[in-house]
Nanobody
Framework: QVQFVESGGELVQPGGSLRLSCVVS????????MGWYRQDPGRERELVAG???????KYADSVKGRFTISRINGLNTLSLQMNSLKPEDSAVYFC??????????WGQGTQVTVSS
């Protein structure tokens, strides 16, 4: 079964930067489009960035121009570079397929808190 291990989240001041990483196992990673999702308490989990198997990217309007998604297929790793962070970016961040893999598999996520 697919497994995700996210890392890199922490407390950061507004305007700061973070880089999140996700190591994926259990699938042929290079064949799948992947995405970063985030969830606030009381809100639905939303896709913030996606990348196809051949590197084409897409972003939610709220993060466009500030976040950059990337992948290293040889390391089964998905990354999210987040710049110019805002308090509204605070959430738990997860990675998964885009679209999400069937079976309801999710990692533990990584907490990003943007606050002064």
């Amino acid at each position: 079964q697919v497994q995700f291990v996210e890392s890199g989240g922490e407390l950061v001041q507004p305007g700061g930067s973070l880089r999140l990483s996700c190591v994926v196992s259990g699938i042929n990673f290079s064949r799948f489009a992947m995405g970063w999702y985030r969830q606030d308490p009381g809100r639905e989990r939303e896709l913030v960035a996606g990348i196809t198997s051949d590197g084409r990217t897409k972003y939610a309007d709220s993060v466009k121009g500030r976040f950059t998604i990337s992948r290293i297929n040889g390391l089964n790793t998905l990354s999210l570079q987040m710049n110019s962070l805002k308090p509204e970016d605070s959430a738990v961040y997860f990675c998964n397929g885009d679209p999400k893999f069937r079976g309801g598999y999710w990692g533990q996520g990584t907490q990003v808190t943007v606050s002064s």
